[in-house]
């Protein structure tokens, strides 16, 4: 799923770059987070000032957002997850991340040796 498929302002809620790119690397459709953003399982005080966290299971995925009211008393969503899962990567973030893990095991093993 690509950025471009999701709306900066959707169902009267906004959404940032960053949540934007969550929604997409976890799979999660705009639509299903705006449901768990009206209709929560739970909800909890975020970490940040003035926040919420959301969560609802839906087709069996623990999704959690976490959103705030704005100034202008419009909730924004700052990010998005799927409790258990990991992120979806693709070409070629997956290799550069692959790469990375594999050049830490370099490092590692070269100052065990010492």
């Known amino acids: 799923m690509a950025v471009s498929n999701f709306q900066r302002e959707y169902g009267g809620v906004i959404w940032t770059n960053h949540a934007m790119e969550r929604l997409s690397k976890r799979n999660i459709h705009q639509s ?3 449901k768990v ?9 975020g970490k940040k000032e003035n926040s919420i966290k959301f969560i609802r299971e839906l087709n069996g995925r623990k999704i959690h957002l976490v959103g705030s009211l704005n100034e202008y008393k419009k909730w924004v969503v700052v990010t998005a997850w799927v409790r258990g899962e990991e992120d979806q990567y693709g070409f070629p973030e997956r290799y550069v991340y692959m790469f990375v893990d594999w050049m830490a095991g370099k490092i590692a093993s070269f100052f065990k040796r010492k």
């Not at 953003?37 to 005080?45: E, G, R, Y």
């Open 37 to 45: 953003m009206q209709k929560p399982d739970k909800t909890f005080p």
């Open 32 to 34: 299903d987070a705006l």
